[in-house]
């Protein structure tokens, strides 16, 4: 972390190490130079001292000559001294270039003293006319010694030229290397500064990009930002947010979904209620009358008329309870026994029914009345209509995890377009006289009940009968759908 | 596009760096080293060989032989003078040359007061040796150690005998000098007249001239109207040689004369070569310089005790028209 304060700090850091080198460079290059011409200039300056301290020498000998005291004695003594400071100085003024005239500056110097000391003894001695001699003499050898001191000079000139000349260029280098440095920095930080906003700038940038999917509604997008700084943080978080909001605004569908199922399942339930109960009015009192009936039937010697007159009367009972309520296999295929027993009376031998029942799969559960509408199904259009009438068959079966019902007929079978409008859950107007529940309906609550699309199947072709089978699963019907029809 | 950008601004990235690296190179290089003050032992003997001919094409092979010499001896020498024989300057160098307390002092002998004070009193005071070089002036008058160059008498005699060899023994000879009247010209006419005074029917005449060249032609014109039939002329001196021949060309031709002088100057050179001069004696300038100073250094090692005072002299010769050509 901390990543885009430390490059802002590595920024700093290069560019303040930069301008520290670049000072110390120049400092040390101006201290070198300085410290040069300090050096030669000090050469001068020497030279120049034994000049100057020969005049003294000179104006303090005549002084004396002409007032010998003992301040100008003294004076004297002091510029001799001086001289003989300069002298020695000069000793290290030596290069190869000037030995043998610094050897006879030297030597003249030692003349001019020399001399002096001579015109001091003479003077002392009251010779005043040698002593003016030597007076002269020595006035003579400080101006050789002026004149030697300017050809000195000139020699030092001609002997530094070079040295001169390569400081004059050298500057002029260092001015040459100035422009270099400025354009070669400039252009190194104008390349790392833009590497180094572009390192915040394009992160942000994707960020907001994405920011602007999620804003648009687009939740499948998957944020990536490739960098080491916080933003990449910033973004990896983003993208959590992004696929917490993306499950919850699925849940929310899901559950949307389902609640839009729950409400079907209920207004089709009402539907088959009102339209049984439409069907049916005043059942208690049916049954009872049916009942009566059944008795009176029994009694008078008819007992087949009693049976069928009691399987009505069940039949109608298990229609008005079972219908908002699972119902085992069991209890479906007594109930459908009941319905084939009243119209194999009604048909006698034009209705064949046959049977093949898996007695072990009989507990599985599956909503009520979901067989006799089928079976009914099959008894109008492949029994009824037809002279000789027709077979039905009806098979349970185990099928691994799940039971198969299968009820088949030998009618003149349905085209693929019903068959796909069946399926797709169609009404269909129905033809003739059925307990009043349609196909669809069964289509549809099988459905519902098992949370599953694949429960029906029907196979059939023009003259090649129909063949409706149901794959039930042996688990039974799925947890939520169990709460939905506890609340229907 | 990337990547062509990246290789861009690479490369303009190596150029500056290059060139940056390369100037401060230049910049902070520091071979400016300063002459060093050099520990070596100084040069035994400092020696000085002081002209009033600086420059002219005899001193200067004088003062080659001179250091060349000095060189091979580990001494070291400079050459210091005047030019053009300016006498002041000339004699200001002895004398810093004495108070600057060179070991030897090699110097263009002249036949003044002055000259022979500094190196009579004073150079003879600190001990300093002097040989004279080319041109001499006598022992006593400057107790110079030695001389070293020309015999100007027998250069003298040389030239006079090459005049009556081409003349005859009759003629007008007209001698040209200079007025300063030094040691070795007079060496010369002594040399001259030696030879001449043996043939009765010669007639010599004499003529002085300062060295500047209006008056030189002006002597010249002046001998020409005196003496109109002069068959042969003598530059004593060769710097007049130039204007004598010059004045000479200017009033009828130069080939019949008879015209000789003493050394080879910026003039008598060419001169020579033209015809103009009909004969020149040469000196041996390099060797005098050389000569000088190895004796100067043998004296001053106490190789060679005494030197010889009358001197050592070079060879001459005598240089002809007919043969330059």
């Known amino acids: 972390m901390n990543s885009i304060q430390r490059k802002i700090w590595t920024l700093t850091a290069v560019v303040l190490f930069i301008m520290a080198g670049i000072w110390f460079a120049l400092t040390s290059y101006n201290q070198k130079t300085q410290s040069q011409y300090n050096e030669i200039l000090q050469r001068y300056l020497r030279m120049n001292e034994v000049t100057g301290a020969s005049q003294q020498t000179v104006t303090a000998l005549n002084n004396y000559l002409l007032s010998p005291t003992d301040d100008n004695l003294n004076l004297l003594e002091r510029s001799k001294e001086k001289l003989r400071t300069a002298r020695v100085d000069v000793l290290d003024l030596r290069n190869s270039g000037n030995e043998f005239a610094l050897t006879n500056y030297m030597n003249l110097i030692d003349s001019l003293l020399e001399t002096t000391d001579r015109s001091l003894l003479f003077q002392s001695e009251k010779e005043s006319e040698d002593s003016a001699k030597a007076f002269s003499e020595a006035n003579r050898i400080s101006k050789y010694i002026s004149e030697m001191t300017l050809t000195l000079l000139d020699t030092e000139l001609r002997t530094y030229d070079r040295f001169y000349r390569s400081i004059i260029e050298q500057s002029a280098e260092l001015k040459r290397l100035g422009i270099w440095l400025l354009l070669l920095i400039t252009f190194l930080l104008l390349n790392f500064a833009y590497a180094f906003s572009l390192s915040i700038t394009k992160p942000v940038q994707k960020l907001t990009q994405s920011a602007r999917e999620l804003s648009r509604g687009r939740f499948d997008l998957e944020i990536e930002v490739k960098s080491n700084d916080e933003i990449s943080f910033l973004a990896k978080t983003f993208d959590r947010m992004r696929i917490n909001v993306n499950n919850l605004i699925s849940e929310i569908q899901q559950k949307a979904q389902l609640e839009n199922e729950l409400q079907q399942s209920k207004l089709l339930l009402q539907e088959s209620q009102l339209r049984s109960l439409q069907s049916q009015i005043n059942p208690h009192f049916l049954f009872n009358t049916l009942d009566m009936l059944s008795k009176k039937a029994y009694l008078e010697g008819s007992e087949e008329t009693s049976d069928l007159l009691a399987n009505v009367a069940g039949l109608l009972r298990y229609n008005l309870k079972r219908l908002d309520r699972p119902v085992t296999l069991y209890e479906e295929v007594k109930v459908l026994g009941q319905y084939i027993e009243i119209q194999e009376n009604r048909f006698a031998e034009r209705l064949r029914f046959r049977t093949d029942i898996d007695e072990s799969c009989l507990y599985v559960q599956l909503p009520g009345l979901t067989l006799q509408p089928i079976i009914e199904n099959a008894v109008i259009h492949a029994v009824e209509p037809r002279e000789d009438g027709g077979t039905i068959r009806f098979a349970v079966a185990d099928d691994g995890d799940r039971v198969e019902i299968g009820i088949e007929d030998d009618g003149p079978g349905m085209d693929e377009e019903k068959i796909r409008s069946i399926l797709e859950e169609h009404p269909v107007k129905s033809e003739g006289h059925s307990t009043g529940i349609g196909f669809a309906n069964v289509v549809r609550r099988l459905r519902l009940f098992y949370g599953l699309e694949d429960v029906i199947f029907i196979e059939s072709g023009p003259g090649g009968g129909t063949k409706v089978r149901l794959k039930i699963p042996k688990a039974g019907r799925i947890a939520k759908d169990d709460q939905a029809s506890d609340r229907g | ?325």
């Not at chain 2, 050394?263 to 004696?281: A, F, N, R, V, Y």
């Open chain 2, 1 to 325: 596009m990337r990547k062509l950008a990246i290789l861009a601004i690479g490369i303009v990235c190596t150029v500056l760096f290059y060139f940056t690296i390369v100037s401060a190179n230049k910049a902070f290089r520091s071979d400016w080293q300063l002459p060093r003050a050099t520990g070596q032992e100084q040069a035994k003997y400092r020696l000085v060989l002081i002209t009033r001919e600086l420059e002219t094409p005899f001193w200067v092979q004088v003062s080659g032989g001179a250091e060349e010499e000095a060189r091979k001896r580990g001494a070291s020498i400079e050459v210091w003078g005047s030019y053009g024989k300016n006498q002041e300057d000339f004699l200001k160098k002895i004398e810093i040359a004495i108070d600057a307390k060179v070991d030897g002092i090699i110097v263009q002998g002249l036949d003044t007061a002055e000259f022979k004070n500094l190196t009579k009193l004073k150079a003879a005071f600190y001990g300093i040796p002097v040989i004279t070089v080319a041109n001499d002036v006598p022992m006593a008058d400057s107790l110079r150690r030695t001389y070293v160059g020309s015999d100007q008498y027998s250069a003298g005699r040389m030239i006079a005998e090459q005049l009556v060899s081409d003349m005859g023994p009759a003629g007008k000879v007209i001698l040209m000098g200079d007025s300063l009247r030094e040691y070795y010209q007079q060496q010369r006419l002594n040399g001259i007249y030696d030879v001449l005074n043996g043939y009765p029917d010669i007639l010599v005449k004499y003529a002085e001239t300062p060295e500047a060249k209006e008056q030189a032609i002006a002597a010249t014109r002046d001998q020409l109207n005196g003496l109109p039939d002069a068959n042969a002329f003598v530059a004593v001196n060769a710097n007049i040689a130039g204007a004598m021949v010059q004045e000479i060309g200017r009033r009828s031709r130069v080939e019949p004369y008879h015209i000789y002088s003493f050394d080879d100057s910026h003039e008598t050179g060419p001169l020579l070569l033209q015809g103009k001069l009909d004969g020149l004696i040469e000196q041996d300038p390099q060797e005098m310089g050389r000569l000088s100073v190895e004796l100067m250094i043998k004296w001053l090692s106490g190789e060679t005790v005494p030197l010889r005072t009358e001197g050592y002299l070079t060879d001459i010769r005598m240089a002809k028209a007919a043969n330059a050509r």
